[in-house]
């Protein structure tokens, strides 16, 4: 059974920092996604990892998929208030399925 | 933004009535799906659908039930409503299994 666990799950960081968050997933999966989401609001698709070594990068966030080490990474750099939400991570099961697990998400709130 | 629309968009109900959410594309997508989510839960797949007829359980499926007649529409039908599925419920679409999968903007029900 996959399972997808995100840390931390609530980050405070000042503006012009960096930080990284993690998405571990518990068995082999192809494919990786990253939303954002506002309160109240919708998920916003942000990156699709597809391939062991994918790196995508869209503005300050970027994301990163290790398939051996079962990680994704969302690397934030010099953050900026705008960028406060809950960012979530899912990854897809092997075999064609097409069900998606979900971490719990990280609530990222950017300090002035 | 994808083309999804999901009605109603908040509803309050009694326990034990009937509730069917109505999700409609107009991306002519191929595989919708519901998921609920809940503090703490992040988001759990419910049903999805990869076709006409066609459709299979998610996670939580229990006390759930769904179909799809037209490409384009993917009902959710609670047959007996408990507080428990209190919940914001999101729809979602998706070219393949493998492709973005866009969100709805989500329906808020409350079982009182």
């Known amino acids: 059974e996959l399972k997808v666990e995100q840390n931390p799950l609530f980050l405070s960081m000042q503006e012009g920092k960096n930080y990284t968050i993690y998405c571990n997933y518990s068995?082999?999966?192809?494919?990786l996604y990253w939303y954002r989401q506002d309160p109240g609001k919708s998920l916003e698709s942000l990156f699709v990892?597809?391939?062991?070594?994918a790196v995508k990068q869209e503005g300050r966030l970027m994301a990163s998929l290790d398939t051996k080490a079962r990680l994704s990474t969302l690397h934030i750099t010099a953050a900026v208030h705008d960028l406060s939400a809950t960012y979530f991570c899912a990854a897809g099961t092997q075999g064609g399925s097409e069900k998606l697990v979900f971490g719990k998400g990280t609530k990222l709130t950017v300090n002035p | 933004d994808a083309g999804i629309t999901q009605s109603p968009r908040h509803k309050v109900t009694e326990t034990g009535t009937p509730v069917t959410l109505r999700c409609h594309q107009t991306e002519n997508h191929r595989y919708m799906y519901w998921y609920r989510q809940d503090p703490g839960h992040g988001l759990r797949l419910i049903h999805y659908?990869?076709?006409?007829?066609?459709?299979d359980k998610g996670e939580v499926s229990d006390g759930y039930s769904v179909s799809r007649s037209k490409t384009e529409d993917f009902l959710l039908t609670l047959e007996s409503a408990t507080s428990s599925q209190t919940s914001v419920y999101f729809c979602?679409?998706?070219?393949?299994?493998?492709?973005?999968?866009?969100f709805g903007e989500g329906s808020w029900l409350t079982v009182v």
């Open positions: 990892l597809l391939s062991n070594g």
């Open positions: 068995t082999t999966s192809d494919r």
């Open positions: 979602a679409i998706s070219e393949s299994a493998v492709n973005t999968i866009y």
């Open positions: 659908s990869y076709g006409v007829k066609d459709t």
